[in-house]
């Protein structure tokens, strides 16, 4: 048993992102770029609810037979925030009408 021991909250930290974010911003606080980033992109996006990515489920079929045996999980990108969670404008939802038949004006 190895007696080196590391610190979880550290070792749960993506180093190359560390490294990324150091070379573009320099040695600041990250409280500073949390501001510089809210500043630029202000809103929490609606589409990823800010995780910057999106499930596409599609069928996935058996190679033998052609039969759906599954679904795949893919992960992309999410096209309104371009995988940043945050957006520069707000966006909300679009309602969509709909007619269905018709109905007596009176039970409208
Ligand atoms: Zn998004």
Redesign the pocket.
Known sequence: MSNITTDPMVDSVNYQEVERLERMFGDVKLSEIIKRVLKNRPYV?P??SGS?KVHKYEDEWSPYDMRIVGTKDIILE?D??DGT?RTVQEYVPKKVVTYDGFVLKNLT
């Open positions: 996006c589409k990823c910057g999410c309104l925030c969670g």
